[in-house]
């Protein structure tokens, strides 16, 4: 009998070997794959954040959790995808155009896609257009942005403003993030969100689409 | 300690210099243009640069090398420059300083998680090997690797830096978690303090990540953990926008009035990261000159 309490432990605690096969497990029981994620994995994901959050826990525990919990959402996924669910949202992220800076952007993305999401996740320097291009055909309803210099910052009010200009800005909740980015700034160019670190992102994520 | 860090810290605080990158802007970098490829399509205006930190009072320049290693030059597609923009950056400091001031070559972190595999740590060590043999080679009187928030690469980035017998100087961002007195990647000041030196780092230090009122207990908590001599640059705050460009609110005299502070917790080299210009480090210098 697949120990769930295992399967939680075994994501905050950033064991994917034992997150993967305690997911077969209880795959193979008939246990429901929603609710393996909603019920178990998740709540697991919202501690690790907790715990983050409290200083026990940086960028290096994140990652593992993200990992294990992306190892199981490899065998969910397929499952989910057969019976027609639909992720929790669908985010389109990148760093802004002129930045190259990935790690503050990978790591939401993980922690994005261990939230339920489904991540488009567009690399690094990325042009307004192209974000606009991933709303379009991907049904996109979150734009996460990153930058990590002050002087490429800029590209976010150009990217906000380029979303107005195609007509699909009310489509999507903007978000934003980066080493100098504040609330004022966010506040200013009209984004939707900022936060100041990865966890926040899947909180705010997820607010953005219960509020839509 | 290492005979150059002991002659300069011998007369009491040294004054380094401030950003590099927002100083190139004034002059017509790009936003989001790397700042590192101006060594070979732009040396009169880095060099510029460079001439107004030794006329503002610094003692020490450091190079427009910060992003020179190739792991980063690679994404720029000039990873065969990696050898002339390294050589160029300590020419046109050196150039600059005219022995009124020391060179001390920048190296930055490659922006690749060790730990998500992005990057191996042979890959890391060849790529710092490189750099700091061709700055060395262009006669810095030193090599500081700095911004760092990965322990690991930082040790390694000190490792090659050493091959090079120059005094090295190590620091690290320390913006993270609630005090905000880790790294990213969650190292303490004392974790830092203790392994860099344990490296064989020659000064150990903190750069960027916060504004100055925040280094003071970074700085004091450094001081606690090593014997080498602490070297702090901190940021002018964080920015706001004004009319779509980036500014730094925190003024000269403001962010020097925190210089006895800091000289009290215990910092040997001061400077500026983020935001800072000549006239922080003029300030500073009329502050520690007591005018």
């Not at chain 1, 002129?98 to 790591?107: A, E, Q, R, S, V």
């Not at chain 2, 100083?23 to 490829?37: S, W």
Request: net charge negative; hydrophobic share 45%; charged share 20%.
């Amino acid at each position: 009998m697949a120990d769930l309490k295992k399967l939680y432990d075994s994501v905050v605690s950033g064991d994917a070997k034992a997150t993967q096969a305690l997911t077969k497990e209880a795959l193979a029981e008939g246990v429901d794959p929603l609710n393996l994620v909603n019920e178990h994995m998740v709540p697991a994901m919202d501690e690790v954040g907790r715990r983050f959050e409290a200083n026990e826990y940086f960028v290096p525990e994140l990652l593992i959790s993200a990992r294990a919990m992306k190892a199981a959402l490899e065998l969910i996924r397929p499952l989910l995808i057969a019976r027609g669910d639909k992720p929790v949202g669908r985010v389109a992220i990148g760093t802004v155009k002129g930045d190259l800076h990935d790690i503050g952007k990978n790591l939401v993305a993980s922690l994005l896609e261990g939230g339920g999401f489904e991540v488009i996740d567009l690399g690094v320097n990325v042009s307004p257009e192209k974000f606009i291009e991933t709303v379009n055909s991907k049904q996109a309803n979150i734009v996460a942005m990153s930058a990590l210099l002050t002087t490429t910052m800029p590209s976010m009010k150009t990217t906000i403003d380029a979303l107005k200009q195609a007509g699909v800005r009310d489509k999507v909740k903007v978000l934003i993030g980066g080493a100098p980015i504040t609330q004022k700034y966010a506040d200013e160019i009209g984004a939707d969100g900022y936060s100041e670190n990865a966890v926040g992102a899947v909180a705010l994520a997820k607010k953005a689409v219960t509020a839509a | 300690m290492h005979p150059l860090i002991q002659q300069l810290t011998s007369h009491g605080p040294v004054i380094t210099d401030g950003a590099w990158g927002t100083e190139l802007q004034a002059r017509g970098l790009g936003l989001g243009e790397f700042p590192d490829l101006w060594n070979l399509t732009q040396p009169e205006r880095v060099g510029e640069v460079a001439q107004a930190y030794v006329a503002a009072g610094s003692q020490v320049i450091l190079t427009n090398t910060f992003g020179a290693n190739r792991v980063r030059l690679t994404e720029q597609g000039s990873a065969e420059h990696t050898a002339e923009i390294n050589a160029r950056g300590v020419e046109i400091s050196l150039k600059a300083a005219s022995g009124r001031a020391r060179v001390f070559a920048s190296i930055g972190p490659t922006g690749k998680l060790l730990m998500n595999g992005d990057v191996t740590k042979d890959e890391l060590q060849a790529a710092f090997s490189e750099q700091a043999r061709a700055l060395a080679a262009a006669h810095a009187d030193a090599l500081v690797v700095e911004t760092m928030s990965d322990l690991e690469e930082a040790k390694l980035a000190v490792s090659a830096a050493r091959e090079t017998g120059l005094p090295v100087v190590a620091c690290m961002v320390f913006d993270s978690g609630k005090d905000k007195d880790r790294t990213m990647m969650g190292t303490t000041p004392e974790q830092a303090a203790r392994a860099l030196t344990e490296a064989g780092a020659d000064v150990i230090g903190a750069n960027c990540g916060q504004g100055i009122a925040g280094f003071l207990g970074i700085c004091k908590r450094l001081r606690g953990a090593t014997d080498r001599p602490v070297w702090i640059k901190a940021n002018a705050g964080l920015p706001t926008m004004v009319d779509g460009r980036p500014v730094y609110t925190t003024t000269p005299q403001e962010f020097a009035g925190y210089i006895p502070a800091l000289l009290d917790a215990g910092a040997s080299f001061i400077g500026g990261c983020c935001g800072t210009r000549p006239e922080f480090i003029a300030a500073i210098s009329r502050n520690l000159s007591g005018t």
